[in-house]
């Protein structure tokens, strides 16, 4: 079993976070746009953005910033948050419509349906590689890594490449250098 560090991750998830909020404001699909990452509401329920379309419909998506994708070629879905007690992963509880993974180096955003993802990740379980996440020191969260061809063979989804929109520079961690992972230069083409 492998580790992913949490703690690392949540620096280039808030850097992320900022761009795709920018990306779902810049869209003419989109009335309004909530970021609620800092509500704890919307924190229980594992959502990131209240969208409402031009058609007035309000949708819930969460974002991941997968950073390791962009080597693996692998999502990572956390199915469990807590191993010593066994509580549900953000992947399994969240009650996003939209579940969105962005891969910083290539600038590739999957869109999928949280639903259906959920279902065909939970029906093969037993096919996926496991990972284990190291949270805090105090425990450990686990998830799923699997192959982006599969996720996108078997899940709805929309693609956006936002390289084509935005250019930006992204800095990988570089510790041993004192280097922390960013988004440097942005500057949106639209």
């Not at 492998?2 to 699909?29: A, P, T």
């Not at 909530?34 to 969460?62: C, H, M, P, S």
């Not at 974002?63 to 953000?90: I, W």
């Not at 910083?104 to 993802?117: D, F």
Request: aromatic share 12%; proline share 3%.
């Amino acid at each position: 079993m492998k580790e992913h560090n949490f703690h690392k991750s949540i620096i280039v998830g808030s850097e992320g976070e900022r761009l795709i909020f920018d990306l779902l404001q810049s869209m003419s699909s989109i009335e309004t746009v909530q970021d609620v990452v800092n509500d704890e509401e919307y924190r229980k329920i594992d959502v990131d953005f209240v969208v409402t379309t031009a058609k007035g419909e309000t949708l819930y998506y969460e974002l991941k910033t997968e950073p390791m994708a962009a080597r693996t070629r692998n999502l990572f879905f956390e199915v469990v948050s807590n191993d010593s007690y066994g509580t549900e992963g953000c992947f399994m509880y969240s009650q996003a419509d939209y579940w969105m993974s962005f891969i910083p180096q290539t600038g590739e955003l999957y869109i999928l349906n949280t639903l259906k993802c959920r279902e065909y990740i939970t029906k093969r379980a037993s096919k996926f590689h496991s990972l284990k996440c190291v949270s805090n020191g105090h425990y450990n969260s686990r998830g799923y890594a699997i192959p982006i061809v599969d996720v996108l063979a078997n899940v709805p989804h929309h693609i956006c490449r936002l390289k084509e929109l935005v250019d930006y520079e992204y800095v990988e961690e570089d510790s041993a250098n004192g280097v922390k992972p960013e988004f440097r230069n942005v500057a949106w083409k639209i």
